[in-house]
């Protein structure tokens, strides 16, 4: 098992733990707004479960049907939460309304906030250790997993303070429109997540500072060379996949054009973990006179 992979089933465990203390905080209080809490989290579980299964299936090798690996399987898994994320949102808007309409007093609230407290304490934590280990490994699942648990933790303060503010001043509508607040930032959290993750199955280009400084370790390294242009590049989880056309001397042999071949690849391969790169060779009367000039 991966290490990525046992995050995952870290996850799928102290989600359960979670999900356990919040459905029992909702089960004491009646809250419909501790009952939103405890909907996401149920959702938090099952997108550790799909974030599990997807990291699985990217770690398997490359073969003939699938030359490129099967890293982008941690877009769908993302793509999957996303729309989780959405349905539970709608979720809490349908029990929100309900109980809005038909407001209930709240028993043993402390008890119930109580738990809640703990469950998102525990769940701030492993949103930290996510986040970074998804960043270490790039990848898209871990990260989407380590959001979706901190955008869990902000909605879950503001559930608190809410529902202490409606047993305090004794307005027991509060319960209900804190509960279609939290049901909107859990819809605008999924949205958000569905369009990042789709960008990545579409092979949207990465960040510009991300392809500046790709230009500027080909420039460093292809010391020889006329130009490199028509630089692409896209992602699939953990791998980012690079091609351009690299312009040399029409005198020059192919082994010393391929030499430089190698030099630029062992320079973007020290700068960039999980790099894959394609590069063609051109003579100089295909120059363009434009992308990265070699310094």
């Known amino acids: ?116 407290a703990i469950a998102t304490l525990i769940n701030g934590v492993w949103s930290v250790v996510l986040t970074r280990v998804g960043r270490r490994l790039s990848s898209p699942a871990l990260k989407a997993d380590g959001k979706h648990l901190l955008a869990d933790v902000v909605t879950s303060f503001g559930i608190a303070a809410g529902v202490g503010v409606a047993i305090l001043s004794g307005l027991l509508i509060l319960d209900p429109v804190i509960a279609g607040f939290t049901g909107v930032y859990v819809l605008w959290s999924g949205m958000r997540m569905v369009l990042g993750s789709v960008g990545g199955l579409m092979d949207a280009a990465p960040e510009p500072a991300v392809l500046e400084r790709i230009k500027h370790i080909v420039a460093g390294a292809a010391a020889g060379a006329i130009e490199a242009h028509d630089l692409r590049t896209r992602t699939a989880g953990r791998l980012t996949f690079l091609e351009f056309h690299l312009v040399v001397p029409g005198s020059m042999t192919v082994a010393e054009s391929h030499e430089i071949c190698d ?29 990265v000039l070699v310094l």
Request: a negative charge.
């Open 1 to 116: 098992m991966s290490r990525g992979e046992r995050f995952a089933l870290g996850s799928i465990l102290l989600g359960c733990l979670v999900l356990g203390l919040k459905g029992a905080a909702w089960w004491l209080t009646g809250s419909a707004a501790l009952y939103s809490d405890a909907l996401e989290s149920i959702v938090n579980v099952a997108a550790s479960v799909i974030a599990l299964v997807a990291l699985r299936y990217a770690a398997i090798p490359a073969d003939a049907n699938h030359p490129y690996g099967h890293d982008k399987a941690e877009f769908f898994a993302a793509v999957i939460e996303g729309v989780l994320i959405i349905v539970a949102a709608l979720s809490i808007f349908a029990h929100a309304s309900h109980v809005f309409l038909d407001p209930q007093p709240l028993v043993w609230p402390a008890q119930g906030l109580g738990l809640n």
């Open 263 to 291: 030099r630029i690849e062992e320079a973007l391969r020290a700068d960039m973990e999980n790099l894959m790169v394609t590069i063609h060779v051109e003579p100089e009367e295909k120059a363009k006179q434009h992308g």
